[in-house]
């Protein structure tokens, strides 16, 4: 049985109690957190529980064109006030370069096609982090008594 197929099985079952039905689409502490898709980053690692915060995800917790449109959604929508975003040590894109990842792909053969600095790996958190806040803040409309902080973290 494939990963996918044991997922689906898992989802079988909680269908049947959907124990978090309760919950809303609306975090219960108005936060939403951008931050990297590595497997080590959870909810529990934040000291969150289920129904908290909006977690985004992307390689590298950076701020793109996507990201910030689930963060508008999670805002004006949802009701979101703050907004964290959270980089952090030992990033598996940290361990590359554009370049690199650019031959790896190549050399199997793959025709794909994307702008320059898609992946945008950066051996600088805070830095990024900083970056990443001004551009959520530039949200238009952004609430001026909402919050956007950044944080490295592990």
Same mark, same amino acid.
């Given at each position: 049985?494939?990963?996918?197929?044991?997922?689906?099985? !898992?989802?079988?079952?909680?269908?049947?109690? @959907?124990?978090? +039905?309760?919950?809303?689409?609306?975090?219960?502490?108005?936060? !939403?957190?951008?931050?990297?898709?590595?497997? /080590?980053?959870?909810?529990?690692?934040?000291?969150?529980?289920?129904?908290? !915060?909006?977690?985004?995800?992307? !390689?590298?917790?950076?701020? *793109?064109?996507?990201?910030?449109?689930?963060?508008?959604?999670? @805002?004006?929508?949802?009701? *979101?006030?703050?907004?964290?975003?959270?980089? @952090? *040590?030992?990033?598996?894109?940290?361990?590359?370069?554009?370049?690199?990842? +650019?031959?790896?792909?190549?050399?199997?053969?793959?025709?794909?096609?994307?702008?320059? @600095?898609?992946?945008?790996?950066?051996?600088?958190?805070?830095?990024?982090?900083?970056?990443?806040? /001004?551009?959520?803040?530039?949200?238009?409309?952004?609430?001026? /008594?909402?919050?956007?902080?950044?944080?490295?973290?592990?």
């Amino acid at each position: 049985m494939s990963v996918i197929d044991e997922v689906l099985q !898992a989802n079988e079952i909680y269908s049947r109690t @959907h124990e978090l +039905r309760r919950l809303t689409p609306r975090p219960e502490r108005k936060l !939403a957190v951008l931050t990297c898709m590595d497997t /080590r980053l959870s909810i529990r690692t934040l000291g969150l529980k289920t129904g908290d !915060a909006h977690i985004i995800r992307n !390689a590298g917790g950076i701020v *793109t064109e996507d990201s910030l449109r689930s963060l508008v959604v999670s @805002h004006y929508l949802l009701g *979101t006030e703050e907004i964290m975003v959270i980089n @952090h *040590t030992d990033c598996g894109l940290m361990q590359t370069t554009e370049q690199d990842l +650019r031959n790896r792909i190549q050399n199997r053969r793959e025709r794909l096609r994307w702008r320059r @600095h898609f992946f945008m790996p950066s051996r600088i958190l805070t830095k990024m982090c900083g970056i990443n806040c /001004r551009s959520c803040t530039r949200i238009r409309g952004y609430r001026r /008594r909402s919050r956007c902080a950044g944080s490295s973290m592990m």
